[in-house]
T-cell receptor, first 118, second 112 residues
Framework: DTGVSQDPRHKITKRGQNVTFRCDPI?????LYWYRQTLGQGPEFLTY????????KSRLLSDRFSAERPKGSFSTLEIQRTEQGDSAMYLC????????????????FGEGSWLTVV | SQQGEEDPQALSIQEGENATMNCSYK?????LQWYRQNSGRGLVHLIL?????REKHSGRLRVTLDTSKKSSSLLITASRAADTASYFC????????????FGTGTRLLVSP
C-alpha cells in the first residue's frame, strides 16, 4: 500500500526562478489537496481537485502559483518567479470522496516538499 | 486564518506519563481529525472523529469531541519517547468540500 508521494523532497532555488512539485496520490483517491506550511505554523489550504477539476483555490494562491491534475491522477504545483516568502513546505494530500454529505473522510498527507528560495 | 487553537503550545513529560492536548475551534464542523508531525516530516493521520461522535479510541490514543463547547482533546496514554512530535487538530468545516483548517499545533516532548 503506497501512500501519497511527493517529489522532490527538497528544492533550493534562486529568487526569480520557477519551480515545480509533483504529487502522486493514493491510487483510486479522487480528491487531491495542496497545503503550505511555514515553520511553527499549521498547514494552510491552497487548493483542491476532484478528479481533474480544480474546484477551490485559496486567496493564498497568487497568480504566480498554478496547479494541475491532468487525467485526475498525479498533480503538479508550479511556482513562477519565486520569492523568498515562498519558502515553506508544500504538502500534498488525497482522499476518497464517495459523495456522502456530511460524512467526511480521512485525508492522507505526503512527506512534503521543502522549498528554500535564496 | 486558523480555525483551531491547540493548548498547550508545548508539553514536556516523562516516558510512561499521559499527555493531554486540547483543541478549540470556532465554527460548526463535519468532523475533526488529529495528525502527528515529526520534525521536518509530513503529517501522519491519527484519528477522525465525526460531529455526531463524542469519543473514539485507537490503541493508546483517546479523542473526545464536545460540539457544544467547540472543543476536542487528544489523550496519549503511557507515552513513549517515540511520541515526541507536533500534534495538530484539523477541523473539516461544513463547506461541502472537506477543507481542513489546522491549528498551530502542540509540541510534545517525551523524555526517557
Amino acid at each position: 500500500d503506497t501512500g501519497v508521494s511527493q517529489d522532490p523532497r527538497h528544492k533550493i532555488t534562486k529568487r526569480g526562478q520557477n519551480v515545480t512539485f509533483r504529487c502522486d496520490p493514493i491510487s483510486e483517491h479522487n480528491r487531491l489537496y495542496w497545503y503550505r506550511q511555514t515553520l511553527g505554523q499549521g498547514p494552510e489550504f491552497l487548493t483542491y481537485f476532484q478528479n481533474e477539476a480544480q474546484l477551490e483555490k485559496s486567496r493564498l494562491l497568487s497568480d504566480r502559483f498554478s496547479a494541475e491534475r491532468p487525467k485526475g491522477s498525479f498533480s503538479t504545483l508550479e511556482i513562477q518567479r519565486t520569492e523568498q516568502g515562498d519558502s515553506a513546505m508544500y504538502l500534498c494530500a488525497s482522499s476518497l470522496w464517495v459523495g456522502s454529505a456530511g460524512s467526511g473522510n480521512t485525508i492522507y498527507f505526503g512527506e512534503g516538499s521543502w522549498l528554500t528560495v535564496v | 486564518s486558523q480555525q483551531g487553537e491547540e493548548d498547550p503550545q508545548a508539553l514536556s513529560i516523562q516516558e510512561g506519563e499521559n499527555a493531554t492536548m486540547n483543541c478549540s475551534y470556532k465554527t460548526s464542523i463535519n468532523n475533526l481529525q488529529w495528525y502527528r508531525q515529526n520534525s521536518g516530516r509530513g503529517l501522519v493521520h491519527l484519528i477522525l472523529i465525526r460531529s455526531n461522535e463524542r469519543e473514539k479510541h485507537s490503541g493508546r490514543l483517546r479523542v473526545t469531541l464536545d460540539t457544544s463547547k467547540k472543543s476536542s482533546s487528544l489523550l496519549i496514554t503511557a507515552s513513549r519517547a517515540a511520541d515526541t512530535a507536533s500534534y495538530f487538530c484539523a477541523t473539516d468545516l461544513n463547506t461541502g468540500f472537506q477543507k481542513l483548517v489546522f491549528g498551530t499545533g502542540t509540541r510534545l516532548l517525551v523524555s526517557p
